[in-house]
C-alpha cells in the first residue's frame, strides 16, 4: 500500500498563497499517478490536479493559472496555490493511483484551506 498524508492547510486571505504538502510513503512504486482533491462543503469531489513522475502537471480549468502541482522524487507531493478565492476553501486531499489500475486509489485524510474576504 501506498501511505499519504497532507499538512499545510489553514486560513488564508483572498488573493493570498499556500503551499500543501503530502507526504508519500509505503509502496510508492505502486503509484503511477499523484493528484490533489478537494471538496467543498455540500460539494462533490473534485479533482484539482496530477502529475506523473516524469510527466507534467495537469489542472482543472477551475484553477489552471493560479496553482502548480509537482513532487520530489515521488516521496512528496506539493501544491502551491496562489490568488486564492473563497470558492477555493475545500478539505484538500492528496491521492495516489496505483499503477495499471485507475480505480485503485490510496487517499490521504485531508487538510482543510478556508478562504475568507
Known amino acids: 500500500q501506498v501511505r499519504l498524508a497532507e499538512s499545510g492547510g489553514g486560513a488564508v486571505q483572498t488573493g493570498g498563497s499556500l503551499k500543501l504538502s503530502c507526504s508519500v510513503s509505503?509502496?510508492?512504486?505502486?503509484?503511477?499517478?499523484l493528484a490533489w482533491y478537494r471538496q467543498a462543503p455540500g460539494k462533490d469531489l473534485e479533482s484539482v490536479a496530477s502529475?506523473?513522475?516524469?510527466?507534467?502537471g495537469k489542472y482543472a480549468d477551475s484553477i489552471k493559472g493560479r496553482f502548480t502541482i509537482s513532487h520530489d522524487n515521488w516521496t512528496n507531493l506539493y501544491l502551491q496555490m496562489t490568488s486564492l478565492r473563497l470558492d477555493d476553501t475545500a478539505v484538500y486531499y492528496c491521492a495516489a493511483r496505483r499503477c495499471g489500475s485507475p480505480n485503485h486509489t490510496y487517499w490521504g485524510q485531508g487538510t482543510q484551506v478556508t478562504v475568507s474576504s
Open positions: 502529475v506523473e513522475p516524469d510527466g507534467p
Open positions: 509505503g509502496d510508492t512504486q505502486y503509484a503511477c499517478t
